[in-house]
């Protein structure tokens, strides 16, 4: 659950996506931050 509200301010963030780009970003698989962590 926590991981979601990390994923919030990290998608919005942007930068901060390289941060998290496994837990995070999957649980925010339809937000932008798919693609971020895909590159990486």
Do not use: E, F, I, K
């Amino acid at each position: 659950m926590p991981v979601q509200q990390t994923a919030v301010p990290v998608q919005a963030s942007g930068g901060a996506t390289t941060t998290v780009p496994s837990t995070s970003a999957t649980q925010v698989n339809p937000s932008s931050a798919v693609p971020a962590p895909t590159q990486y």
